[in-house]
């Protein structure tokens, strides 16, 4: 193993999108299994540290490739076209009309049905741009586009964590 190596080389994974989480789930166990610093115990104070490092670098690792967004991210940077979500906010006008819309209806919400309503719409048109944004990926290599797709994704992520906020306050 090269500490230099990029996550899906590390795991020993297709560098794609699409990843089958079970031998996502089995590749990290194994790999736990043979840096875990307990296995170096006997071998001193420096194999532990560097046993330490493998770990953690491992860990990372697999939850950025456990995390569809946060491997269509690294998938982008892969490609030099980071997403640079705290620098660069740039999305689509429609998209952008769409946030107001849902975060009046958010706020405007008096019951349990009307913020369902609004989640079941969210969660739908997450798991289409998160589609759209595997295809760009994966099959057109598009990264910029793939880009825009990340930060609206971002964006409805932070919004269903409000959402979930909104449904709390209403039961209580």
């Avoid at 999305?91 to 913020?115: G, N, Y």
Wanted: glycine share 2%.
């Amino acid at each position: 193993m090269n500490l230099q190596s990029n996550d899906f080389e590390l795991f020993g994974l297709p560098q794609q999108f699409a990843q089958d989480r079970t031998q996502l789930d089995v590749r990290w166990k194994a790999l736990q299994r043979e840096v875990h610093p307990d296995n170096f115990a006997q071998q001193g104070a420096a194999q532990q540290r560097i046993a330490m490092q493998w770990s953690v670098r491992v860990n990372e690792a697999y939850q950025r490739l456990k995390n569809p967004l946060a491997r269509a991210a690294y998938l982008c940077e892969l490609a030099n076209v980071p997403v640079d979500a705290h620098s660069n906010t740039a999305m689509p006008s429609a998209f952008l009309m769409q946030q107001i819309e849902w975060r009046e209806a958010m706020d405007e919400a008096r019951d349990l049905q009307t913020l369902e309503s609004l989640q079941t719409e969210v969660t739908s048109t997450h798991d289409k741009l998160m589609r759209e944004c595997a295809d760009l990926i994966d099959e057109r290599a598009d990264y910029v586009a793939a880009v825009l797709q990340i930060r609206s994704l971002l964006f409805i992520e932070k919004f269903g964590r409000d959402l979930e906020q909104r449904f709390e306050a209403l039961e209580t």
